[in-house]
């Protein structure tokens, strides 16, 4: 089942707050005593202190307000209404669709790309992959390594080969073969003279110039492992201007999973896709619900 899947995934970041939720509920403990607790743990799994701070002052608030107040169910809808309530899924009935992944290196680019890539052929779909990622010869191989793997057509150029160019190309064989989608993998360098940004925005240019409406999606993909890191990481791409969403990349093994409330509420982008692995299967669609209920419970 995906959900005792999701807690067995989370293991190490819902053990920072097993004891602290049996103290939210406990009577011998204090209230005020139980959320100076929750908020180590909130730190603790890289929640951050921002984040922290804004649901420890609520829920002080509603206790203010309600001495009587249930803990926990107040503690669930505060994180709940950081996450965003509803899933938000990925728009892909659009024929055809269009998929961008940009990231830092080292996030899980080109993994994620290749889960989805298992997940949509798998539903049938007809899928190509595209190495944009020019810039290191090791991103070409590595694709092309999936691409083998889950039999999937690839489209990439020479090294050190304009991207946009190598983009075009893809759009060209995705006409041609009458596929379904395109996913594109991108360079994820930065702290460099290159502008990755400049290189990003005209990609996507010469993408909806080919196809009207396209990218349909341009996932941000974090590496959840690194924590808060992934917050500042974050904000580099924002600067550029087309993210539709976050794939929210190792969370399996990491006890710093706190970081997904940071990322959703400071970002105002939702977290599409979740990561719990390295194999094409470990993906799975994220609900805001299920995420809290795994990590809580
Ligand atoms: N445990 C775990 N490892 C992952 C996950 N996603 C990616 N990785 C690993 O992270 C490393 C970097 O991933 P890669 O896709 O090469 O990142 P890229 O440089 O952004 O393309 C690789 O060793 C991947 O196997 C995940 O969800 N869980
Ligand atoms: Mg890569």
Redesign the pocket.
């Known amino acids: 089942m995906v959900f005792s899947l999701l807690k067995a995934k989370l293991n190490r970041t819902r053990q920072i707050f097993q004891e602290k939720i049996q103290n939210l509920k406990r009577e011998q403990v204090s209230k005020e005593r139980a959320l100076e607790e929750l908020a180590e743990a909130l730190i603790l799994a890289d929640v951050g202190v921002v984040t922290t701070e804004k649901i420890i002052t609520n829920l002080k608030k509603k206790l203010k307000a309600d001495s009587s107040l249930n803990l926990e169910k107040a503690l669930k809808d505060e994180l709940l209404a950081l996450l965003g309530h509803e899933p938000a899924p990925l728009s892909l009935n659009y024929y055809p669709f269009v998929v961008m992944f940009v990231?830092v290196?080292?996030?899980?680019?080109?993994?994620?790309l290749a889960k989805l890539a298992y997940f949509l052929k798998k539903q049938g779909r007809q899928i190509i992959l595209v190495a944009a990622d020019t810039f290191r010869a090791a991103?070409q191989e590595?694709i092309q390594i999936w691409s083998r793997k889950l039999d999937l057509p690839l489209i990439r150029g020479q090294y050190g080969a304009d991207p946009a160019a190598v983009v075009f190309d893809g759009l060209k064989a995705l006409k041609a073969r009458g596929a379904d989608a395109l996913l594109i993998d991108t360079a994820?360098r930065i702290h460099t003279n290159i502008n990755l940004m400049a290189e990003l925005e005209k990609i996507k240019k010469v993408i909806s110039r080919e196809i009207s409406g396209a990218p349909h999606e341009v996932l941000l993909?974090l590496d959840a492992s690194i924590g808060q890191n992934a917050l500042s990481q974050a904000r580099e791409f924002l600067k550029f201007s087309g993210l539709t969403g976050i794939f929210l990349?190792?969370?399996?093994?990491t006890a710093k999973g706190g970081a997904a409330l940071a990322v959703a509420s400071e970002l105002s982008l939702p977290i599409k896709l979740i990561?719990?692995?390295?194999k094409e299967e470990?993906m799975l669609p994220f609900s805001p619900q299920e995420f809290i209920d795994a990590l809580l419970s």
Not at 105 to 112: D, E, Q, V, Y
Not at 275 to 278: A, N, Y
């Open positions: 990231g290196n080292g996030g899980g680019k080109t993994t994620s991103a590595q994820g993909v990349s190792k969370l399996d093994g990561g719990i692995g390295e470990d």
